[in-house]
């Protein structure tokens, strides 16, 4: 059974059931409650900035959703603390943007605390963040900063491009037993989907072949995977063939999948809304010349973000995000 | 007080300016006509204007999200303003920046900043810059309260301490923290007290009363001038809408707003003030109003005849090389 | 004062093996059969075994890049610790650590942490689990007077003080961050002045005291589990050695060590002390140095024939898939 | 006119000539001076942990040599605000794994203001920092974290490989009017070499050929270019002949010099001391697939530590950076 939910929605149902679960999930975050707790009758809590946590401390109470200062170093590292010692924290990082002002509990704590004490603990925390342009927010709000934690290990990063995904791919961070990041891509938070109901996963390490094509692949993450559906279908009315692979999982790679489809189809096109240097794109396509060599039929294409922060002006903005446009350009670029 | 009248009128010229600024912006975003991520100071102009009576083009401002008061009563041109909310080339910015990163360093202004806490430390900066270089300069620092729960604050504060810096870290306490009171999150009644850390020197100021704040900022940069060092000054406001332009303010009383808005104006506050100390006259005031709408209307027309800029801006500005 | 005998000799046992351990571990690194970057606690051993003689395995600890004492406080087994010294694969850490990284989750250790002021958040985030898991426990942060200048310790006290956790936050005041004295970068006179920021309770020890930190820290700890909340306490004493092992401490003058190493030694006063009150013979302590000294030549024997991790041994531990 | 010196004394020098010739450049960090500035018969500076800024307190007093609380955010920060004012601030990040501690104003400040800015603001600011393992500091002292400042547009980064590129790289740094990231390799900080007397710049964003060959392309940056000269030398042996390409910027890249060596020798090995994921050599694979694709002759081999924190065990720390072993495997991966 399924229903359409919102990415958002299907987070908060996520979330919901997580905690439902198991008694040692907590959420915490700035305005995760948002205020309301306080009292007064015609008050309530704002669930979060974008109210994707709403209703949720009114079901679990101000133990297990606790409002945070201002203080992303401050809760992270606490989370993290929290997490080496028996809770199971989702911490919110409202936009990726801020992890500038939290990046120590990340890199050098929840990442190597594990290696560093010899395998002797566990850190289960998940951190759940805004990314991604979009919306007029600027250069210090649209960032689609994901390839730092992605090149950090003992980080895994997830990021789903759908509603169905966004909710299985949440539950299987949260229990796993590692630090994950779990991306909310602001451009299809409130995108509506199919979403099963009931407890499931998507298990995390897992890329999904998303159209089945011959000609020429098309790899996406997060919002730029619908990008790649569209020009896979505009490919398709000249009569050419894209499959489309939705990464899902950035860190781990699905270095298999990957493969797959270059062997299938012996290029590779990679659509990814951040900047260019020491990213996603890099990385596939640095895959695809080592293990894949032996299947390129033609160049592997990055279609990303410009080297240049995000600008405001819409047409700007419009022009900086990849756009269909660009990875048809891309396709014919390597001779399709 | 030692206000002459072009003073008085001045400063009520940027409080009118503040409020009908961001007034229209709240129609115009309202409307659909314009874009971004909206934070508005109204309620707060006083603390703006207070401060940056005392300023000049040698001085420094770094401000916050809320930015929009500071960048007007620091002297930004408010056509380009306006041009830059509009996302036009005209703009500060060249439409590039938006409402969180309107700026002009010319003019002594820093930047408005999307990170919370970060402008904290570039005024502190621009302080060791003023000192170094013995400009005469000095530095002042505007953040939130939810801002002082930042590291930012606090190692910013403490290199101050220590350097004796030309700075005045301004804390406009209004209560929130975007939909948290700021008693959930910061347990000591006065944020002035976190000066204590520091071995600072620290004030309070009743943030709807221009007065009182241009009285008491005017003493810590003085000192700041004078080299006796920073001084945290809080002072106390409220802002009269949401967080941003769209916030349904679910969480807070609507009896706690009403009362700030209808006891607290620090623009009704300031007029009751000088009319009744007949400083200035009730239409000299007025027409101040009228020419503040005036300005607004034709910087709104410019702005929106005014060009956008070229796709090829896409990639100007990330390094000076080459254009230097 | 409601110590008992074995109580007694235990804290003496505990202070004269993390002396005794640090001695010959600057002994092992001097002669070139150890490496990696050591910090010596040599001096503060008061601190950490008069805040530790309060603690129980539920209870957390976290520690910095000076953590052998707060280790050997907290119970970590010192043949473990000796061998991860030596890299070995019996070392607590599977040698993968090193002499920052030495820990004990099972043992509530939570690490000796290499990133100054990181531990804070951590304690602070065991506190939240002892509190919502309601196990009863405490947990407590050891750092330095230099950590108190970092973000991470303002956010932290903050947290804790809003949501009145079970938490001590020890400073370990030394008087240097590095090379650098304290009253260069902290203009308060006692870092206990910081709580006022947070509302928190504070206290300051003589850290070259047992006793008196021992008191001190068994009222916070009271405090703590009673659900009152965190309490800063500052333990002022002094590293008898060099910020780290090799540094030739050119920047502070001899005779200020002199006079810390010949006046104030925390092992001599407590000798003195426990002797002078008939507390308990100086046989038994000679007994327990002797012991001290056979059980570390015993653990350094052990460790350097203990086999190094294999080198699988790189790519695991980085994740817990598979091994869980 | 050149004399032998430390890559730690080639930094001591562009200092000093730095700050001689400008005024408004300034030094500031933790121990930048070392304490002992405060007075006494029996004390003297540190000048920094390790020694590289020692004397210049002396020479050039406290105003311009600061010694800063331990306060990464704070004081990074505080040389934006100064740098975006009018001085020209050389702030040292003691070791690069400290940037958990201080990303934010390099990432929304110092890297952003100048395009949220429309380009009305410079910010010249130097950032120097020791990157690297092999002296058993750990997990937390030994990253090569390069890839992240690298990857954020804005910023530059550059790492000298030898003494006299170190002074003038940095020269360059301090008086370029962008931030720019100076990394000191630990490995190779007292190494010696000719160092040129005077005042001189290595232009930012050139690579060099410190090796001529034509049968395969080592690239390395900082302590891998000697791991890369190495190899080639065993390969020389062999008759086997190998370019050596020294990249010295990591952003920008010198692209052109990356795709003439691949022309050249059709082959590329990358040598890089950092983490697999988003990193360096992944952009230098990328390029060679799309804009080199058709000088390919073999895969793009990337030789870079594991995807692992830094062990503390001498043994396995020697495994986990870049040998001249796996290097020449690579290159035999590569059938040559
Ligand atoms: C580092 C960081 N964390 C969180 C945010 C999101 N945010 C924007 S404004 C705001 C509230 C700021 O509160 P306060 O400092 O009191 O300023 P006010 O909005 O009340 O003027 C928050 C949490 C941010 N922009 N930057
Ligand atoms: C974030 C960070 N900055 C700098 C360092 C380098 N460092 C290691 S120990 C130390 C001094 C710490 O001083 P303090 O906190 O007083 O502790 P003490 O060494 O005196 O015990 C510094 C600066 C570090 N490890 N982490
Ligand atoms: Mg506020
Ligand atoms: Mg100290």
Chains 1, 4 share one sequence.
């Not at chain 2, 300016?17 to 309620?43: D, P, S």
């Not at chain 2, 290199?159 to 804390?171: E, I, Q, S, T």
């Not at chain 2, 807070?252 to 707003?257: C, I, P, S, V």
Request: some cysteine.
């Amino acid at each position: 059974m399924s229903r359409v939910l919102s990415v958002s929605q299907a987070i908060n149902e996520a979330l919901t059931i997580a905690m439902e679960t198991d008694p040692d999930v907590i959420l915490l975050g700035e305005d995760v409650a948002g205020g309301g707790t306080r009292s007064g009758d015609d008050v309530e809590e704002a669930g979060g900035v974008l109210g994707t946590t709403k209703g949720l401390v009114t079901k679990f109470g101000p133990d297990r959703v606790l409002d945070t200062p201002i203080s992303e170093m401050g809760l992270i590292g606490t989370a993290v603390g929290a997490a080496a010692t028996g809770l199971r924290p989702v911490a919110e990082l409202m936009f990726i943007d801020f992890l500038g002002t939290c990046l120590d509990p990340l890199l050098n704590q929840a990442a190597k605390l594990r290696y560093m004490f010899g395998g002797k603990v566990r850190v289960p925390l998940t951190v759940r963040t805004v990314t991604g342009a979009g919306m007029q927010a600027a250069a210090q709000h649209s960032q689609s900063l994901y390839w730092m934690t992605a090149g950090i290990p003992g980080l895994k990063t997830v990021i789903p491009s759908n509603a169905a995904d966004a909710k299985g791919l949440l539950l299987a961070a949260i229990r796993d037993d590692d630090p994950v990041i779990f991306c909310e891509p602001k451009r299809i938070l409130f995108q509506a989907g199919e979403v099963p109901e009931g407890d499931y996963e998507v298990p995390i390490g897992e890329a999904a072949v998303v159209r089945e094509g011959s000609d020429v692949s098309l790899i996406g993450m997060g919002a730029t995977v619908a990008t790649a559906l569209e020009a896979a279908e505009l490919l398709a009315a000249e009569g050419k063939s894209a499959e489309v692979l939705d990464l899902r999982s950035l860190a781990p790679l699905d270095e298999d999948a990957i493969l797959a489809t270059l062997e299938k189809t012996g290029t590779v096109v990679v659509v990814d809304e951040s900047t260019p240097r020491c990213g996603i794109a890099s990385d596939v396509a640095a895959l695809c010349v080592d293990r894949g060599f032996d299947f390129l039929n033609a160049p592997v294409k990055r279609v990303t973000a410009p080297h240049a922060p995000v600008p405001y002006n819409k047409a700007l903005e419009d022009a900086y995000i990849p756009s269909v446009a660009r990875v048809i350009e891309a396709v014919r670029e390597c001779g399709i | 007080m030692d206000l002459t009248r072009e003073e008085l009128l001045e400063a009520y010229r940027t409080l009118r300016m503040i409020r009908a600024f961001e007034e229209k912006l709240n129609e115009l975003v309202t409307a659909g006509k314009m874009g971004g991520f909206l934070h508005l100071y109204i309620g707060e102009e006083a603390v703006a204007t207070g401060v940056c009576s005392h300023l000049g083009v040698r001085d420094w401002v770094a401000s916050t999200h809320r930015g929009h008061g500071h960048c007007i009563a620091k002297g930004v041109d408010i056509r380009a303003m306006m041009a830059e909310l509009f996302g036009r080339a005209t703009g500060t910015s060249r439409g590039k920046g938006g409402s969180m990163h309107i700026a002009d360093v010319q003019q002594g202004m820093l930047g408005a900043n999307g990170i919370v806490g970060a402008g904290i430390p570039l005024a502190t900066g621009a302080a060791l810059s003023a000192k170094l270089k013995g400009t005469g300069g000095v530095a002042v620092a505007f953040f939130g309260d939810g801002a002082t729960n930042q590291g930012q604050f606090h190692e910013s504060l403490n290199m101050a301490a220590n350097w004796k810096l030309p700075v005045v870290y301004v804390v406009e306490n209004n209560g929130y923290g975007e939909f948290t009171p700021t008693d959930f999150v910061v347990p000591v009644k006065d944020i002035a007290t976190r000066a204590g850390s520091y071995a600072m020197r620290s004030e309070i100021a009743d943030g709807m009363d221009f007065f009182d704040v241009y009285e008491k900022a005017g003493e810590a940069i003085r000192r700041a001038r004078a080299g006796e060092g920073p001084t945290l000054l809080e002072c106390k406001t409220y802002r009269f809408a949401g967080h941003f332009v769209g916030d349904p303010l679910a969480y807070r009383a609507k009896e706690e707003a009403e009362d700030w808005i209808q006891n607290r104006d620090p623009l009704a506050r300031f007029e009751g003030q000088v009319l009744e100390a007949a400083l200035v006259e009730a239409d000299d005031l007025r027409r101040i109003d009228h020419d503040v709408e005036e300005e607004l209307a034709a910087a709104v027309v410019d702005a929106e005849a005014a060009p956008p800029p070229g796709l090829e801006e896409l990639l100007t500005d990330v390094y000076a090389r080459g254009e230097s």
